[in-house]
């Protein structure tokens, strides 16, 4: 950043902080959000280390598939936000932690119930194997209070609705129509809130002599 930073504003190797006129966060925002849409190395790098998160899901014929990835708390929100699970055989999907019940996870819809649940069955328990028999409700654990057992009636009247197919199950990138993860998609999506002005049109695509 600051060899960006010293190209731009003095277009030479070292520059002092009075050459900085805007603020750089601001500057590398995209044209339509009142930056210059210069690229935002940290924004970038979060986008790429996305990208492995998504093929840690989908792809298993990647060499490093099975080793312990370490992501941070802000990557893995991110992710999860950005993300759904279009249910086919419930073989891949986890019944806890994904967001597969009508775009939203049991996180979402009883997070007191989830704090009943070991961690290693909030990780490991598929779709297709807490459906079996209703295997789910065994996973839970400890004493349930009166919200604990209202969202339990509740996430049992909705699991009891799910169809499981032969389909494989799908991951869902919200951000492109696909629904298949792209680096530039993840990119822009870090700037959604933010505000945006069509008037950059009048100076960027403005006709003007070379």
């Known amino acids: 950043e600051k060899i960006q930073r010293r190209f731009l504003w003095a277009g030479r190797a070292n520059t002092h902080g009075g050459h900085c006129h805007v603020n750089w966060r601001r500057v590398c925002r995209p ?75 049991v996180r979402e819809l009883a997070p007191r119930l989830l704090k009943c649940i070991p961690k290693q069955s909030q990780k490991s328990r598929t779709v297709a194997e807490a459906l079996a028999g209703n295997s789910w409700a065994r996973d839970i654990h400890g004493l349930l209070g ?18 499981l197919s032969n389909e494989p199950d799908r991951l869902l990138w919200s951000w492109t129509a696909s629904g298949v993860y792209t680096a530039q998609s993840c990119y822009r999506a ?13 100076i960027w695509r403005s006709w003007a002599p070379p």
């Open 31 to 105: 044209l339509e959000y009142g930056g210059l849409g210069i690229r935002d190395l940290e924004r970038t790098g979060l986008s790429l280390r996305l990208r492995w998160l998504w093929l840690t899901r989908t792809d298993t014929n990647r060499a490093w598939q099975g080793l312990d990835m370490q992501f941070t708390t802000e990557e893995r929100a991110l992710f999860y936000a950005s993300t759904t699970m279009a249910i086919g055989d419930g073989r891949t999907t986890l019944f806890w932690e994904d967001r597969w019940l009508g775009g939203q996870s």
């Open 146 to 163: 009166l919200p604990e057992i209202g969202q339990y009636l509740q996430l049992w009247h909705l699991v009891q609705h799910v169809e």
């Open 190 to 202: 870090t700037f959604q809130g933010a505000t945006g002005c069509h008037s950059w049109k009048l």
